[in-house]
């Protein structure tokens, strides 16, 4: 409620202006823009009306300046589609699962319950082994 009840003929606060480093002289009042300081130009710098009579940019996807009309790009993605097309048939033929892809194919075949007897199988087998492996070690 402070701020609210004070004079505006108060001096600010102390801390809303930005700070500077310790043993630096105080900010210097505000110059005007046109008689500021400063940095000369690098020699090599092009003046402002040389830009525009360049070589323009063009916009992403679209064809360079030598590429012509894009008929080879269409024409490019066509071939590529092709080939990925062929890729994904010779995949999924059945002569090239080899070993592991009918191994899978029969994994994915099992019902739930065949699925379960073999790992119960499994289990039995394992505690079997463990069984025998301690047997032998009371000689």
Do not use: H, Y
């Not at 048939?89 to 699925?115: F, I, V």
């Not at 079997?128 to 032998?136: H, K, P, S, T, V």
């Amino acid at each position: 409620m402070g701020n609210i009840c004070s004079k505006s003929s108060n001096q600010p606060d102390a801390f809303s202006s930005p700070g500077r480093v310790l043993g630096s002289a105080p900010n210097p009042p505000a110059q005007d823009s046109s008689s500021a300081p400063r940095a000369p130009l690098p020699s090599n710098a092009k003046p402002a009306s040389n830009w525009g009579s360049g070589p323009s940019g063009r916009t992403l996807g679209s064809p360079a300046a030598g590429e012509g009309n894009g008929d080879a790009t269409a024409d490019a993605r066509t071939k590529a589609a092709l080939a990925a097309q062929k890729r994904a048939e010779s995949a999924s033929a059945a002569g090239s699962k080899g070993k592991l892809g009918t191994k899978l194919a029969a994994q994915k075949a099992q019902t739930q319950n065949q699925t379960l007897n073999e790992a119960s199988r499994d289990e039995v087998a394992a505690r079997d082994a463990d069984g025998a492996a301690e047997a032998r070690r009371w000689q």
